[in-house]
């Protein structure tokens, strides 16, 4: 129960909130009120890089979700050209994190991480089309245990700022293992094929728990 209300934290936060914390005592010495709205801010700061567990159901059969967020889109598209992929069909969900959403992402499916690239850009709002292919993002390309390509971008919203990455090229990976995450709004896009979808636009996800495609 402990777990739920005091989530540990991602180590992106600890600077973050003794910044947030610091803000607060300075407000509380000119103003109660102000120190009010610097607490509510620091409260917001530790939940925004909560780092809650999570339980994949590993099996290959499945892809989990990559991110906590709404879903903004489910149809076909060309692959990534970024991975010379472009002349190959794939299945995408977008999923939009908001700034009240866990922002760690997760990987969808047990496999080895075969590319990982990063691509400057700009910082549109993460829910718009076009942030798929003009803001900063980084890409990971994952072998699953079928040999089949699942991608993974990470991509930078209007007030994100940053992409971790925390994950390495070569590097196994069990179904629903952290890979990074992003500082405030922003969105995660997965393309694979021979998967069947299992959510709609409109749905809400979690990491490494809501199933997303199927076999």
């Keep these: 129960m402990l777990d739920k209300i005091f989530p540990k934290i991602h180590s992106e936060g600890y600077k973050f909130l003794a910044i947030a914390i610091f803000i607060t005592i300075v407000l509380y010495i000119i103003s109660t009120f102000l120190g009010l709205i610097g607490l509510v801010l620091s409260i917001w700061v530790y939940y925004f890089f909560r780092d809650p567990e999570r339980i994949s159901i590993n099996d290959d059969n499945y892809l989990t979700s990559p991110a906590d967020g709404e879903v903004l889109m489910v149809h076909e598209v060309d692959g990534p050209i970024e991975l010379s992929l472009q002349d190959k069909k794939f299945t995408k969900i977008s999923i939009f994190m908001n700034v009240f959403d866990c922002h760690v992402n997760r990987t969808p499916c ?56 925390e994950s390495t090229k070569d590097q196994e990976l069990k179904q629903g293992d952290r890979i990074g995450m992003i500082r405030f709004g922003s969105r995660a896009d997965v393309y694979f094929e021979n998967y069947k979808p299992l959510v709609k636009v409109g749905q809400t996800t979690i990491a490494g728990e809501t199933l997303l495609a199927k076999k």
């Design 110 to 165: 047990e496999g080895k991480i075969s590319d990982i690239l990063y691509k400057p850009g700009k910082f549109l709002n993460a829910s718009l089309d076009k942030a798929s292919e003009d803001n900063e993002r980084n890409y990971y390309k994952i072998v699953n245990n079928a040999g089949e390509d699942i991608i993974i971008v990470q991509i930078a919203g209007l007030i994100a700022r940053r992409i971790v990455c």
